[in-house]
């Protein structure tokens, strides 16, 4: 049981929206600790897709894109496309465990 | 552009210890903690410890119980992980990663990975 909890997977079609959500604690995102969020394509290694709660590293496109609010936080992303499937983390720092926790992760069919 | 890559054997025998090497190149790994996170096949992704550059500061995943330990050569840009007494359940990809932002730790870079298979 993960301590930040995510959908098993979503799914939608080429160019519509989707929305992963990651939910946690008054312990993590309800602590005010920042939502990161990765990308992981089958075989290999997660890529951060997003930083600080809604800020993308370079070279992410800005169809991606985060919030947070309370003690959830959700990765949107428009215009899906078939590069898009693939898996997507969320990960905090947890105060009750003092350490950095992650989401079980959510798969993304792209139909 | 930052690259880490892991190194060690890919299959240890139970109630040993693994031992994994991350080599840092095109950077320094002054002002960063350095990191570990590993991934069951099939499953999610498990952080399970950082270290400051320095060496003098270290957190680790209180679910491991005090097996795992992270240490660093910075004169050899390299930091390593044992994991002691492991069992099959320890069978996982690990990589080593850059922990970016200590205030909002997350991770920017990166290894490949590399499997290590514990038999039952």
């Known amino acids: 049981q993960s301590v930040l909890t995510q959908p098993p997977s979503v799914s939608g079609a080429p160019g519509q929206r989707v929305t992963i959500s990651c939910t946690g604690s008054?312990?993590?995102?309800?602590?005010?600790?920042?939502v990161h969020w990765y990308q992981q394509r089958p075989g290999t290694a997660p890529k951060l897709l997003m930083y600080g709660n809604s800020d993308r590293p370079s070279g992410v496109p800005d169809r991606i894109s985060g919030s947070k609010s309370g003690t959830s936080a959700s990765l949107a992303i428009t215009g899906l496309q078939a590069e898009d499937e693939a898996d997507y983390y969320c990960?905090?720092?947890?105060?009750?465990?003092?350490?950095?926790?992650f989401g079980g992760g959510t798969k993304l069919t792209v139909l | 552009q930052v690259q880490l890559q892991e190194s060690g054997p890919g299959l240890v025998k139970p109630s040993e210890t693994l031992s994994l090497t991350c080599t840092v190149s095109?950077?320094?790994?002054?002002?960063?903690?350095w990191s570990w996170v590993r991934q069951p096949p099939g499953k999610g992704l498990e952080w399970i410890g950082y270290i400051y550059y320095t060496g003098k500061s270290t957190n680790y995943n209180p679910s491991l119980k005090s097996r795992a330990t992270i240490s660093v050569i910075t004169s050899r840009n390299q930091f390593s992980l044992k994991l002691s007494a492991v069992t099959a359940a320890d069978t996982a990809v690990y990589y080593c990663v850059r922990v970016a932002d200590t205030h909002f730790p997350h991770f920017d870079y990166w290894g490949q990975g590399t499997l290590v298979t514990v038999p039952s």
């Open positions: 095109g950077g320094s790994m002054g002002s960063y903690f």
């Open positions: 008054s312990s993590n995102i309800g602590a005010d600790y920042d």
């Open positions: 990960q905090s720092y947890d105060s009750s465990l003092s350490g950095l926790v």
